[in-house]
């Protein structure tokens, strides 16, 4: 990260782990907005960004042009298969392909079916008791301490525990799985052992607990990706394997970072603060601008074949910048689009992605989310960063606080 | 602006991508298949007093899958 030579210019030479990027990115977004909508850099050989609602809609929408195959913008791209082509015995492909995520179409559709049902609003409201007692509990450690680390102390730990709950997984292994997501998605942005090390230790763990629940089934979602079938087929341990990979990545850091958004703007919004302690039933509302706002997540697309969006020519093998991020501030779909009003009604935000590839887990992580507010607010209602200087933001794929020390009475 | 007329809600099943954000906003107009995609209630009419949620459901959806009209 330190020595990344210094960005000369956003349009022509951004690099997302830049710590201007990292830090402030929306004024950076914003004036590419209205000075060069698509920009592009020579680093990581070749990438896109499109900060224009529109552009991010047409890319996520045409999965003929851009494909899923790469999801994230990293320095070295791994040994990859070029295409979903490959045999999927392949060794290469069982590192790396994470379906649904990873699948352009055909192969996406089925893949993805197999796991709504277990996503559906009903399926996850299942999982909030469970949810409100572990926040509950999270907040009562330190409630009575005057200060704590909202992020380490409280949103890290939230969709750790749910997710493991989900997976019947132990909750003691938290500490193992924010690791791997910690070399996968940042230390794996440059460097290309840690992301082979996260990648053979989760293998390695998941083949385990497969093999438990072949013995020992559970009422887990391991076990109903055991008993799943695709196209008449059962699910191949690869393709498990690399499904679980894709869950327990996706649905830790993502509502992690959201949840931490949330913090981080309330502790310094008293105004929003007291509203929402005083109007709960703008709770919904709010979780939604929040998204709309801080959305955590930027996907990635590589063009398959060269095309043109937005006026701006998309080379082929070159990675795109998917940022729904950059797309929810766009005023020209958002009024008042830098400003976060916690009762804006009318909000389609891209916060879950757009088109085939949204985010399987938005009922989950809106669940979580409402839930880790609500619960925090109970016993919490009034606090402040403590210094503001001190909040340190992640850089990749997933934006969110990794240290908010926020006082309290 | 009549609004004495029905209102239909239409959920284009090529656009929804099971967000679900119709399902939050407006549980009285919109239900769920086994995978979380959208339809409207029965043929889709807006009983009177729900316009306005049926005109918030439409502006939310990230899709732009839903479709106000006349019946």
Redesign the interface.
């Given at each position: 990260m330190t020595d990344r030579p210094p960005v000369s210019d956003w349009a022509t030479d951004f690099d997302h782990l830049d710590p201007r990027w990292v830090t402030e990115p929306y004024r950076i977004w914003d004036e590419l907005r209205r000075q060069c909508p698509v920009a592009h850099s020579e680093r990581y050989n070749g990438v896109y960004f499109p900060s224009r609602y529109a552009d991010v809609r047409a890319i996520a929408y045409d999965t003929e042009h851009f494909s899923s195959r790469r999801v994230v913008v990293r320095e070295v791209p791994p040994r990859a298969p070029s295409g979903s082509e490959k045999p999927k015995s392949s060794p290469a492909a069982s590192t790396l392909a994470s379906p649904p995520i990873t699948s352009d179409p055909p192969h996406h559709r089925p893949a993805r079916?197999v796991l709504?049902?277990a996503?559906?609003?009903d399926a996850i409201s299942r999982l909030e008791t469970r949810a409100r007692k572990i926040c509950g509990d999270l907040v009562d450690r330190f409630a009575s301490d005057g200060n704590c680390d909202a992020a380490i102390d409280y949103a890290q730990h939230v969709p750790v525990a749910v997710i493991a709950h989900m997976l019947g997984l132990p909750e003691g292994d938290g500490d193992r799985f924010r690791r791997w997501i910690h070399l996968l998605l940042h230390e794996g942005i440059a460097e290309n052992a840690s992301f082979a090390q996260a990648l053979a230790e989760m293998d390695d763990y998941f083949r385990v607990q497969i093999a438990n629940r072949r013995s020992v089934p559970g009422e887990d979602l391991i076990t109903f990706l055991l008993g799943a079938r695709m196209e008449d087929q059962p699910l191949s341990d690869e393709h498990i394997i690399g499904t679980l990979r894709l869950l327990l990545i996706a649905g830790i850091d993502t509502t992690w970072s959201a949840i931490g958004s949330c913090l981080w703007h309330l502790a310094q919004n008293r105004d929003d603060r007291r509203r929402l302690v005083s109007e709960p039933e703008l709770m919904?509302l709010a979780v939604?601008e929040f998204l709309r706002a801080y959305a955590p997540v930027t996907m990635a697309r590589q063009v398959a074949k060269e095309t043109t969006v937005g006026g701006c020519l998309f080379k082929e093998r070159e990675m795109v910048l998917l940022s729904f991020p950059a797309a929810n501030r766009d005023p020209e779909i958002f009024p008042q689009a830098d400003r976060v009003l916690i009762d804006r009604?009318?909000?389609?935000?891209?916060a879950?992605g757009?088109?085939?590839h949204?985010c399987i887990g938005?009922?989950l992580a809106r669940m979580e989310i409402t839930v880790a507010l609500e619960e925090w607010l109970a016993r919490i209602p009034d606090f402040e960063l403590a210094d503001p200087a001190s909040v340190t933001w992640s850089h990749g794929p997933v934006r969110g606080p990794r240290k908010l020390p926020v006082v309290f009475r | 602006m009549s609004e004495q007329k029905d209102l239909q809600v239409i959920v284009d099943p090529e656009l929804c991508?099971?967000?679900?954000?119709c399902?939050?906003i407006a549980p009285e107009l919109f239900e769920?298949d086994?995978?979380?995609h959208a339809h409207a209630v029965g043929d889709g009419t807006v009983p009177p007093g729900l316009e306005g949620k049926a005109r918030?459901a439409e502006?939310?959806?990230?899709?732009?899958a839903i479709k106000v009209a006349q019946a």
């Open positions: 079916m709504l049902p996503f559906t609003p919904p939604e009604a009318e909000n389609r935000h891209a879950f757009l088109g085939i949204r938005s009922n | 991508q099971g967000h679900n954000r399902k939050a769920l086994e995978f979380g918030l502006a939310n959806c990230p899709e732009f």
